[in-house]
């Protein structure tokens, strides 16, 4: 099969870094898909890239490794990392949610029922990704089952497969990707993540390049906020992140039951904008203030217990008190 990446571009113009120097630009340059394909990842203009995760990513995009392993909490932004770098090279992404009751058989693919009443083959998002040229996305990859692993040991390093329904063999394209995601890939924390595996060696020798993911900083964070939810005010917007902040802090010291995402924070933000409506600068911050506790409870905090809840709202208070922003929350 004849490779299909025509054209290369530089870091900086495609994931929204200031522009590098003319004598750097050449060794960032990462290639592109002449797509566009249906299994192209929507692009999110308000996905904020970060430059150490863009530098491990080339050696993935560009073929020096075929495997990359994301680890990190929940909300980090694993899965949306790979997502949006393949839909600004417009790669083709087949992605696997995994859990336990995931069969090795549905990521190779299926004799099924055609159109015309006979029978023919259905290729499965592994295969589908081999064939075409694709990213095969593996999105919380230590929920499979050990026996489901433990055939990925050889996909994992292949260039070719054989399809033992056909006898089809098929070869790898070159642009071939395999990605993985996972919480508490390295056993840490696995207690917050009920019905985790823990890969075994052979599995995680397969990925000889990784990044462990973790929350993107208050700046990133409230650059983000304010791409998603136009209206929220900037002094609110900052709120909200220094709260994550301090929620994450406080969950991984123990002191808290579960971190903010980034999810919820982008959540509660457009809440908020709802309960301002049309409203403009000092007007604007005194509604959303106004409607934090609100926002937080339909958000966040309806899934906590009452003796929880409390904790964390005094410590929102403080947060807010610091910011010397109008928000009550007790």
């Not at 033992?164 to 890939?185: K, L, M, Q």
């Not at 990784?210 to 983000?224: A, C, H, N, T, W």
């Not at 203030?289 to 003796?307: D, H, I, K, V, Y």
Request: aromatic share 8%; hydrophobic share 40%.
């Amino acid at each position: 099969m004849t490779q299909i990446t025509q054209a290369f571009a530089c870091a900086d113009d495609l994931f929204g870094f200031p522009r590098f120097p003319d004598n750097v630009r050449e060794a960032s340059r990462f290639p592109m898909k002449n797509g566009p394909s249906l299994f192209v990842p929507d692009r999110d203009d308000a996905y904020v890239f970060r430059k150490d995760h863009v530098r491990i990513i080339q050696f993935w995009a560009v073929g020096a490794e075929k495997n990359i392993l994301l680890q990190g909490e929940t909300g980090t932004g694993k899965t949306s990392l790979i997502e949006q770098v393949a839909a600004r090279l417009q790669w083709p992404t087949f992605t696997v949610g995994c859990h336990g009751g995931l069969e090795f058989q549905e990521l190779i693919g299926r004799v099924t029922l055609q159109p015309d009443g006979s029978t023919g083959w259905a290729d499965g998002p592994l295969i589908a990704a081999m064939r075409n040229g694709g990213i095969f996305l593996l999105d919380e990859m230590n929920f499979l089952k050990p026996e489901v692993a433990g055939g990925l040991n050889t996909v994992l390093q292949a260039t070719s497969y054989t399809v033992p329904e056909t006898g089809e063999t098929v070869w790898a394209h070159p642009d071939f990707r395999i990605a993985a995601t996972g919480n508490a890939v390295d056993g840490v924390g696995k207690g917050a993540y009920r019905g985790t595996q823990t890969p075994n060696i052979a599995l995680l020798s397969r990925f000889s390049l990784g990044i462990r993911v973790s929350y993107m900083s208050i700046q990133d964070e409230q650059k983000m906020i304010e791409a998603k939810a136009g209206g929220i005010a900037p002094s609110v917007s900052a709120y909200l992140c220094e709260l994550a902040d301090m929620v994450r802090k406080s969950h991984a010291e123990g002191a808290l039951k579960a971190p903010m995402s980034p999810r919820e924070t982008i959540s509660c933000a457009r809440r908020l904008t709802a309960y301002s409506g049309n409203l403009t600068g000092d007007d604007a911050v005194q509604a959303q203030c106004n409607s934090m506790a609100n926002a937080l409870e339909m958000t966040f905090l309806f899934r906590w217990a009452p003796e929880e809840r409390q904790e964390f709202l005094r410590a929102a208070t403080s947060v807010a008190k610091r910011l010397a922003l109008p928000i009550v929350l007790e």
